[in-house]
């Protein structure tokens, strides 16, 4: 498969990759659309912590399911899935919490493990969503974002006729 492999700050080329396999618990996701957001851009800056390089990145995709791991029940090669990127265990102390964004075993697409500026990416069954077919590709990359604001109104308590500023596109300076 094709990929935009970022190989040091700035600097990345189209590689070919072997197609990915699913694991028992995962489904291959044949990549039709991907967003790029501000984490992608600090990756590619060379200002996002320890990252691996080479690495695929892009964690906001959409597509249709090609393959799907032996355990894996409710997705058909063929279907249309959005995903979370995030892999987290379930079972250790910050999973137990549901803080899983602190997961002893967190990975994510895109961040340690391959991403969606692929033809295809491999995301656990359990954190993929299979979409209606009134839906398209493009809409299905708009979902982890999507996920995000969600979150913060819900944090912040937006609800009813409560008045909010967001502000700012989300860059350091």
């Not at 984490?39 to 399911?65: A, K």
Request: hydrophobic residues 35%; negative net charge; glycine residues 12%.
């Amino acid at each position: 498969m094709r990929a935009l492999e970022l190989v040091g700050p700035g600097q990345h080329h189209l590689v070919e990759l072997p197609d990915p396999t699913p694991g028992p618990d995962e489904i291959v996701i044949d990549v039709e659309s991907s967003g790029v957001c501000g984490t992608d851009l600090r990756i590619v800056q060379g200002d996002y912590g320890h990252i691996s390089l080479p690495l695929v990145i892009g964690h906001e995709f959409g597509g249709h399911v090609s393959a799907v791991g032996e355990r894996v029940t409710g997705f058909a090669p063929g279907d249309l899935v959005g995903a979370d990127p995030n892999t987290y265990c379930g079972d250790c102390e910050w999973c137990r919490r549901r803080a899983y964004n602190l997961c002893e075993h967190w990975s994510a697409v895109g961040i340690n493990r391959t991403g969606a500026l692929a033809e295809k990416v491999t995301v656990s069954a359990r954190l993929a969503v299979r979409l209606p077919d009134s839906l398209d590709a493009e809409t299905a990359a708009l979902i982890e974002p999507l996920s995000c604001v969600l979150h913060a109104m819900d944090r912040g308590q937006v609800e009813g006729d409560r008045t909010m500023l967001v502000y700012g596109s989300g860059r350091r300076s």
